[in-house]
C-alpha cells in the first residue's frame, strides 16, 4: 500500500509537507485533525495520533492491518515478534513494580518521622504521576 492510498482512507487530510499528512483519525471523534501520517523513504507509513488512539485503532478502524503500513517488515518468524512484546510487558511491569515500592518505602519513612530528601519527594511526584498514566495509582 502506498501511503497516498492511506491517506485516502482518511478524511480531513491536510498536506504538511513532503510526504507528510496530518488527518482526521479514524479511531475516534476527531473533530480536530490529530492523526500524523508519514510516509518514509523505504515505504513505510508511519502514524501518530496524538489524542492517544493506537496505531491497531487506527488501522483497523480503515480495515487495515498494521503490516499494511510496513512492506516487507513482516518477514521475521512470528515469536520473534511475540518475544518482544512479552519483554516490553515486563519491562513495563517491572517499572510500575518500582514505582510502588518506592513509594510505598518512602511513605513508611515519612510515617516513622524520617527526614526525606527533596530529591526523594521529587522522584515520589514523578512515580506517582507515572503510575497515574498507567492506570495504576
Known amino acids: 500500500m502506498t501511503p497516498e492510498m492511506f491517506v485516502n482512507r482518511l478524511k480531513n487530510v491536510q498536506k504538511k509537507g513532503e510526504r507528510?499528512?496530518?488527518?482526521?483519525?479514524?479511531?475516534?471523534?476527531?473533530?480536530?485533525p490529530s492523526l500524523a501520517v508519514t510516509a518514509t523513504n523505504n515505504g513505510k507509513i508511519l502514524i501518530k495520533c496524538f489524542a492517544g488512539?493506537?496505531?491497531v485503532?487506527?488501522?483497523?478502524?480503515?480495515?487495515?492491518?498494521?503490516?499494511?503500513?510496513?512492506?516487507?517488515?513482516?518477514?521475521?518468524?512470528?515469536?520473534a515478534f511475540a518475544q518482544r512484546e512479552m519483554a516490553a510487558?515486563?519491562?513495563?511491569?517491572?517499572?510500575?513494580?518500582?514505582?510502588?515500592?518506592?513509594?510505598?518505602?518512602?511513605?513508611?519513612?515519612?510515617?516513622?518521622?524520617?527526614?526525606?530528601?527533596?530529591?526523594?519527594?521529587?522522584?515520589?511526584?514523578?512515580l506517582k504521576a507515572y503510575l497515574q498514566e498507567q492506570g495504576v495509582a
Open 20 to 32: 507528510k499528512w496530518l488527518c482526521s483519525c479514524p479511531a475516534h471523534a476527531d473533530s480536530d
Open 53 to 55: 488512539c493506537s496505531a
Open 57 to 79: 485503532d487506527v488501522v483497523s478502524a480503515v480495515g487495515l492491518k498494521l503490516e499494511d503500513l510496513f512492506p516487507d517488515a513482516y518477514e521475521e518468524p512470528p515469536m
Open 89 to 126: 510487558k515486563a519491562k513495563k511491569e517491572s517499572k510500575v513494580d518500582y514505582a510502588v515500592n518506592y513509594l510505598a518505602i518512602l511513605t513508611a519513612r515519612l510515617r516513622d518521622g524520617v527526614v526525606v530528601d527533596e530529591k526523594d519527594i521529587m522522584k515520589a511526584v514523578k
